[in-house]
């Protein structure tokens, strides 16, 4: 990529991104959705998977969605619909992280950003993580700041 090209495409996506923002929200789908699969989509009789997730965008449930692609909030409802035997349990969720001192959790555990996909730390055993100690404030801030939204 030229760096040419590089400093167009910097300068112009913020006024992209506000334009597709501010379309009604079908517009928008069927313009982000040529733009990233290089076809419109075939919002009346879906075909493919991607069609199918626009479709839902515009046509789904979405009071459903929140509770429904939070990692802690779905937890209950998982519990109530298949039973508690297919629930892991969470051992801490909250805003900020928890001091070192009052971690006893049992090994390994994972931690995981709730409002995001592929924030991932997993820690196997006690010298695992003293060594990440210093990626957990680093790493953990970034995660809670990260806005996870696209059309």
Not at 35 to 57: A, C, D, M, S
Request: aromatic share 12%; proline share 6%; charged share 25%.
């Amino acid at each position: 990529m030229t760096s040419l090209y590089k400093n167009f495409k910097q300068k112009i996506f913020p006024f992209y991104s506000y334009i597709i923002g501010i379309l009604p929200i079908k517009i928008a789908i069927t313009i982000e959705h040529r733009r990233r699969i290089g076809h419109y989509p075939n919002l009346k009789n879906p075909v493919t998977f991607n069609e199918k997730i626009q479709w839902r965008k515009i046509n789904g449930d979405h009071h459903s969605y929140a509770k429904l692609s939070d990692k802690v909030l779905v937890k209950d409802h998982i519990s109530k619909s298949l039973g508690k035997s297919w629930v892991i349990p969470t051992l801490w969720h909250g805003n900020d992280y928890p001091p070192l001192d009052h971690k006893k959790w049992p090994y390994p555990y994972i931690i995981k950003s709730n409002n995001g996909s592929g924030s991932v730390l997993i820690i196997n055993n006690e010298a695992e993580e003293e060594e990440k100690k210093r990626y957990d404030s680093i790493s953990l801030s970034l995660w809670a700041e990260k806005a996870i939204c696209s059309i």
